[in-house]
């Protein structure tokens, strides 16, 4: 099959998918909105697109004498900018000016899609990849929701709601990671008749990847190896309390004095060290780390007794399930569709995500009670085999894309 995927490039959910079909041969064309290296994807042609905002690069790379003159004013306009922006800003003004950024870029797309004329075209999240996409008409368009797609972002703004209504309009299919998206994409117009394909966002969790067994991270990392170890592997998001998760650690830390703590990407990041610095806690069992690679996650994951998600929004989070395969126990924010997967008491905990002292409870009785840490872990390692096996998940989504290609050349 000829395949056109309109993605974010840097997010390894987006290559776990689309590296799927390169090894199996098909011909990808993979248009990423942000900037990424050439190499980024063995196997496809990869085409930058910059839909919205374009990552800048930092101020005075590249070696040489300190800048003068306009370029050191424009540094320090930077450095400013950069104390008044938060996750939350960033996504505010993306959605008030990304419809109209996206419709620049319409005609650019358009051409480089012809160029491959492929059999299908999946856009893999409706802001903005789905929006710019709603623009190619005749082609067979998989638009796929994730997250907070429709929960957080679509209404944020006039323009983005009709936006996200014309993107559901345009496609063929539809691809949500839980059965309350689906339900949330028909009120919000995705025709009745028309297929909505429910399968976790990455294809499901890699058990050649994630699995239970030994791990090295506390000897890297210098904890004791009894030490029951707390991971937090969401990094800095606008819709994951992690400023609640800082405050409700000073109480369980105190009656866990072994336990350590675990953030991976949120290494140097001023609103992680902020919130550490408020909640007062010992630093030296509280460590945070720099993004880590796939094998670095599970690694961290099979480390650790509990693995937080203080989501207030969601879709199925795919650490979630990463955490779950490696015998980590959830400790999750009261979602819906995170509640499709943990049930509370049975193979997880779940938590009102703004409650620090709730929280607090959680993590505590998640460290204390083996039998609830026994009986959880066989359960969520079967409900990943039969839901979120990789493998399997996309052997199928390859049959309904060439279900797909043929109704194309069918005329259907």
């Keep these: 099959m000829r395949l056109t995927f309109i993605a974010d490039l840097r997010s390894p959910i987006a290559i776990q998918w689309i590296g799927y079909f390169t090894d199996r041969g098909h011909q990808v064309q993979a248009i990423s909105s942000y900037p990424v290296p050439a190499d980024v994807l063995p196997g496809?042609?990869?085409?930058?697109?910059p839909l919205v905002l374009a990552a800048a690069g930092r101020a005075g790379a590249g070696g040489g004498r300190p800048p003068g003159g306009p370029a050191r004013l424009a540094i320090r306009a930077a450095g400013r900018a950069a104390g008044w922006v938060t996750p939350r800003r960033v996504a505010a003004v993306r959605c008030l000016a990304g419809p109209a950024l996206v419709r620049v870029k319409r005609e650019r797309l358009r051409q480089v899609v012809a160029r491959h004329q492929p059999d299908v075209v999946h856009a893999m999240r409706i802001p903005f990849e789905g929006i710019a996409a709603a623009a190619l008409a005749g082609a067979r368009v998989i638009v796929s929701v994730w997250g907070n797609d429709l929960t957080l972002f679509a209404g944020r703004t006039p323009m983005m709601a009709s936006a996200t209504r014309r993107a559901l309009?345009?496609?063929s299919v539809l691809h949500c990671d839980c059965q309350r998206d689906s339900r949330v994409a028909r009120?919000?117009?995705?025709?009745?008749?028309?297929?909505v394909w429910v399968i976790p966002g990455n294809g499901g969790v890699d058990a050649s990847v994630?699995?239970?067994?030994?791990?090295?991270?506390?000897?890297?990392?210098?904890i004791p190896e009894r030490a029951p170890v707390i991971l937090n592997p969401r990094g800095i998001r606008e819709y994951v309390r992690t400023d609640v998760f800082f405050r409700a650690l000073a109480p369980v830390l105190a009656s866990a004095p072994r336990a350590h703590v675990v953030c991976p990407g949120m290494a140097g990041s001023r609103h992680a060290l902020r919130m550490l610095a408020q909640a007062r806690l010992d630093q030296a069992r509280v460590h945070l780390l720099p993004p880590l690679s796939r094998a670095g996650m599970a690694d961290a994951f099979r480390a650790s007794r509990v693995s937080v998600s203080l989501a207030e929004h969601d879709g199925t989070p795919n650490t979630l399930l990463e955490a779950m395969a490696c015998g980590a126990l959830p400790v999750v924010g009261d979602v819906a569709s995170v509640r499709e997967w943990v049930r509370d008491g049975v193979n997880g905990i779940v938590v009102p995500p703004a409650d620090p002292a709730a929280v607090a409870s959680a993590l505590m009785r998640a460290?204390?009670?083996?039998?609830l840490a026994r009986s959880a872990r066989p359960e969520n390692l079967r409900l990943v085999a039969?839901?979120?096996d990789y493998q399997r998940n996309m052997r199928d989504v390859e049959s309904r894309y060439e279900?797909?290609?043929?109704?194309?050349?069918a005329g259907g």
């Design 44 to 49: 496809a042609d990869v085409v930058p697109l």
């Design 169 to 171: 309009a345009a496609a």
């Design 187 to 195: 009120a919000w117009g995705f025709p009745r008749d028309r297929q």
């Design 210 to 222: 994630f699995r239970p067994g030994p791990s090295d991270l506390r000897r890297r990392l210098g």
């Design 367 to 371: 460290l204390a009670d083996e039998s």
């Design 386 to 388: 039969a839901r979120a």
């Design 403 to 409: 279900a797909l290609a043929r109704s194309r050349t």
